[in-house]
């Protein structure tokens, strides 16, 4: 699937809607209020002020933020007073024509069902219950969060503001009220609102940069000669690299839509420069398809980043398949859930199956090779060799390198918005 070119989208959204509204008349009956429902600031005028262009450093936005003031408040609740005055509806019963559909109208059986129940009433009771916490709130701090924990470690409000379930005005003021209340609160890169002011980074730059979800005609991109490997790529997206860490990660996002920022780290990284060089393109597709909270400016943003394409500098720093899990996970938990066929290994092997005795794996009912792959690349050796090329590339583009120069690399974490 083509993703489109992000200013293009919003333009034509934007003008799809005041189209619609001006022929229905809306707009001189005071039915009609235009908001920029997604974003806390308006990106046009971040634009403005960095003198036409869009900020490239996160530093940067933040001190352009600094000089507009406090944003626009959120629109009030609809209250049965003030929808009186909304256009009566027709008297014949519309329930049918504009109910939502069902799972099985499209096509989806129950049991396939994702964990993660929409909507804007489950969005707000999940917004609620973690206000209740404002110690928790105040002290946020992104990386310190688990990828492999059965149980999202972070919010796991970002579906629901990336599909329009949750204002992200409201939180936004939400947590300025818990910050004002506290002394000691965590600040942005790594806070709550920090990652809605990174949502906001990337919405801008995508606004205002050309063909910002593909590396060709792509001013801030580096222009990689990735490998072109069909095979390679169906393995990863199907979860049979045949490393238990990476293939738990792509089975959950296929069968719940979601997985942490630090397990979309591991999967990036592996796809891209840390083993596989494949395009962040091929990448950024997939997550576009399978993530409920999918955005074509984040998930671009990240892709480049994680790919150390552009924002991400730090290019040495790769995650190792086997390593990054156990850290958090040494156990195996995370694997036992999502690759039921490891199940019965010992957390010994659970990570590198293919280096158990032949005894320990048919005693866990799971020969290597057969009932599940052999590591499809060696590590080692891929990432070293991927690790020069990267070098050369970036000796070879060292201007385009250096225009996103000083994003924090002290904070490299997919912007997901918890």
């Not at 600031?41 to 450093?57: D, Q």
């Not at 999967?267 to 420069?273: I, P, S």
């Not at 005693?363 to 690349?377: H, Q």
Request: proline share 6%; charged share 20%.
């Amino acid at each position: 699937m083509e993703s489109m070119d992000a200013q293009s989208i919003d333009r034509y959204g934007e003008l799809t809607v005041c189209t619609s509204v001006e022929e229905l008349g809306l707009c001189s009956l005071g039915h009609f209020q235009s908001t920029h429902s997604k974003i806390v600031f308006l990106k046009c005028r971040i634009v403005e002020l960095n003198r036409g262009t869009p900020p490239l450093t996160y530093k940067r936005f933040l001190q352009i933020l600094t000089t507009l003031g406090d944003p626009e408040m959120p629109v009030e609740d609809l209250t049965a007073e003030n929808s009186q005055k909304l256009c009566p509806l027709p008297e014949e019963d519309l329930d049918e024509c504009y109910r939502v559909p069902l799972p099985e109208d499209l096509g989806i059986s129950k049991e396939h069902l994702s964990p993660w129940r929409g909507g804007e009433t489950t969005g707000l009771q999940r917004l609620e219950e973690h206000m209740k916490n404002q110690g928790w709130i105040a002290k946020f701090t992104k990386p310190r969060t688990i990828p492999n924990s059965l149980l999202p470690s972070t919010t796991g409000l970002s579906p629901y503001f990336s599909l329009g379930c949750l204002s992200v005005r409201m939180f936004f003021y939400r947590l300025s009220k818990i910050y004002a209340q506290s002394k000691n609160h965590s600040l942005p890169p790594v806070s709550l609102q920090g990652q809605l002011l990174w949502r906001e980074f990337f919405y801008t730059v995508a606004s205002a940069t050309p063909n910002f979800t593909k590396m060709v005609g792509n001013p801030i991109c580096l222009q990689i000669e990735w490998y072109e490997d069909a095979e390679k790529l169906h393995k990863w997206k199907t979860a049979q690299t045949g490393f238990p860490w990476i293939d738990a990660i792509m089975t959950q996002l296929r069968q719940e839509g979601w997985i942490h920022h630090l397990a979309r780290h591991a999967v990036a990284c592996f796809l891209t420069r840390g083993d596989l060089w494949i395009s962040w393109e091929e990448g950024m597709k997939v997550f576009e398809e399978l993530l409920l909270d999918s955005d074509y400016s984040i998930n671009a943003g990240n892709w480049m980043w994680l790919s150390a394409s552009a924002f991400f500098h730090q290019y040495s720093r790769i995650f190792c398949p086997v390593r990054f899990g156990k850290r958090t996970d040494p156990e195996g938990h995370y694997i036992r859930k999502y690759l039921p066929v490891l199940k019965n290994f010992p957390s010994k092997y659970i990570y590198e199956p293919w280096t158990a005795p032949a005894e320990a794996q048919r005693e866990a009912g799971c020969i290597i090779g057969k009932e599940y792959p052999f590591p499809m690349v060696n590590h080692k050796e891929v990432s070293d060799n991927n690790l020069q090329l990267m070098k050369q590339v970036r000796e070879e583009q060292y201007k385009t390198a250096q225009l996103t120069r000083g994003v924090s690399t002290n904070n490299k974490h997919w912007i997901i918005l918890v």
